[in-house]
């Protein structure tokens, strides 16, 4: 989505904007993409954006006030990711943009960021009820759960990798290479490829964690499947923040 900045069509439409009686015009909005784990990416970023303003300013001879730098922030989602510590490299983000911003003399009233993930995703998990195991003529280990694509559809759309624990069993030895596949009866129903687990049971509990965002935002009633519900948990307190849905809110809404 956007415009480039390498197209020179883009400054034509920043001029059109700028000089529209309909519009405000106010600044740029970017997004360098998502998880991220380098914080010179950003602080490239910031400085990109800023060379771009000082072009638009002196070619457009109109003042940006506003710069929004977008999200990407890496987290942790398995030991294949090693995020960097946010709070620290925020410090290090805001003197990285504020010096730019003074040795380019730029008017820049508003930086706006958004964090996405980084902000909910570490600390929220998925905890399935194991409905069967099967062991596959070929020799694949499947461990069927009680959701799957409905709820957490990243990894099918687009091969997101997490990890997984038996919740009940810990402490017991990881014995077992297992998939993990959802009930929606489809071969991209996959939650996790192979995975190491103690040997696996029907009602044994499947803990998924990093699932706090991009889950039940782009969750579906695929399959007349039901949203599960959504506990709050704050050290002794546990409250339920989403019902989970009946068999009645499906069809709350079909008229004939
Ligand atoms: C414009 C924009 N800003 C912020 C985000 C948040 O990204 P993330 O959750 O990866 O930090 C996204 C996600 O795609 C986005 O498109």
């Not at 991209?188 to 990093?210: C, F, R, T, V, Y």
């Not at 039901?226 to 709350?252: G, H, Q, T, W």
């Amino acid at each position: 989505f956007g415009e480039s900045i390498f197209d020179s069509n883009t400054i034509e439409l920043i001029k059109n904007i700028a000089n529209s009686q309909y519009l405000h015009f106010k600044g740029f909005h970017c997004h360098i993409g998502s998880q991220i784990f380098e914080k010179e990416s950003f602080f490239k970023e910031v400085e990109v954006m800023t060379d771009f303003i000082v072009e638009v300013q002196n070619k457009l001879s109109i003042t940006v006030n506003e710069l929004n730098l977008g999200g990407g922030f890496g987290i942790y989602y398995t030991e294949e990711d090693k995020p960097f510590e946010i709070s620290s490299f925020l410090n290090e983000y805001i003197k990285v943009i504020e010096k730019n911003i003074s040795n380019k003399n730029l008017d820049i009233k508003k930086v706006q960021i958004e964090p996405g993930r980084s902000l909910v995703c570490n600390y929220g998990s998925t905890l399935y009820t194991v409905g069967n195991i099967k062991n596959t003529f070929g020799g694949k280990n499947y461990i069927f759960v009680d959701g799957g694509m409905t709820d957490n559809i990243r990894p099918a759309l687009y091969q997101s990798k997490y990890e997984a624990i038996l919740a009940n069993k810990v402490n017991n030895p990881k014995e077992n290479i297992y998939t993990i596949a959802g009930k929606c009866c489809e071969s991209g129903d996959i939650l996790i490829k192979d995975i190491n687990l103690p040997k696996a049971e029907i009602d044994d509990l499947l803990l998924i964690n990093s699932t706090g965002a991009y889950t039940y935002s782009m969750s579906s009633n695929y399959n007349r499947i039901e949203k599960p519900a959504m506990i709050f948990i704050n050290k002794d307190k546990i409250n339920i923040a989403v019902k989970r849905e009946s068999y009645e809110d499906l069809i709350r809404n079909d008229l004939i």
